[in-house]
């Protein structure tokens, strides 16, 4: 993968997150059992922790620009 496709990966995944948290708060409100909507949320999380560690290595891989 691209860095810049893991990016913007990464920058979709987190809104979804955020959605996904809003969602879980609602369903808790309404008193309605959240387990696999946090299941949801935990697999969301460790994607986008994976593609953090992608995304390091990578962005470690590029050739430096000299200054």
């Given at each position: 993968?691209?860095?810049?496709?893991?990016?913007?990966?990464?920058?979709?995944?987190?809104a979804?997150?955020?959605?996904?948290?809003?969602?879980?708060?609602?369903?808790?409100r309404?008193?309605?059992?959240?387990?696999s909507?946090e299941?949801?949320?935990?697999?969301m999380?460790?994607?986008?922790?994976?593609?953090?560690?992608?995304?390091?290595?990578?962005?470690?891989?590029?050739p430096?620009a000299?200054?």
């Amino acid at each position: 993968m691209r860095l810049e496709t893991i990016r913007g990966e990464i920058e979709r995944l987190r809104a979804q997150v955020a959605l996904q948290r809003r969602e879980i708060l609602q369903l808790q409100r309404a008193g309605i059992a959240t387990a696999s909507a946090e299941a949801l949320l935990q697999r969301m999380l460790e994607r986008i922790d994976g593609l953090c560690v992608e995304r390091d290595r990578l962005k470690a891989a590029q050739p430096r620009a000299q200054a």
